[in-house]
């Protein structure tokens, strides 16, 4: 018997109009495969196995819930940062007022 979980992973999809959806999801070969395509196209890969197992409860095509909006923004935007994309309409200064996201207070 192993110790080791087996791997899962679920790809992305974001047009910028709607929610994300799940363009593909799999667990163990077919999670290597999906990781691979994404190194091989450098696709930033974010490693959260809590929010994978939420993720692979989703149908391919389906769009996320809205309770997981704020930390797939937040993922979206940092791959965003890393790879120098910058969103149309884009306003640093009112990400600035915000200031840094402290989480819920419950």
């Not at 190194?39 to 959260?48: A, K, Q």
């Amino acid at each position: 018997m192993s110790d080791r979980k087996e791997s899962a992973a679920v790809a992305l999809h974001y047009d910028g109009e709607k929610a994300p959806t799940v363009l593909a999801s799999g667990q163990a070969e077919l999670a290597e495969e999906i990781l691979a395509i994404a190194r091989e196209h450098e696709i930033p890969i974010y490693e959260n196995p809590d929010l994978v197992n939420l993720l692979t409860t989703l149908s391919v095509g389906e769009e996320i819930p809205p309770e997981l909006y704020r930390i797939i923004a937040e993922i979206i935007a940092f791959a965003f940062h890393i790879r120098g994309i910058v969103p149309e309409g884009f306003q640093p200064e009112a990400v600035s007022e915000l200031g840094p996201y402290k989480g819920t207070s419950e």
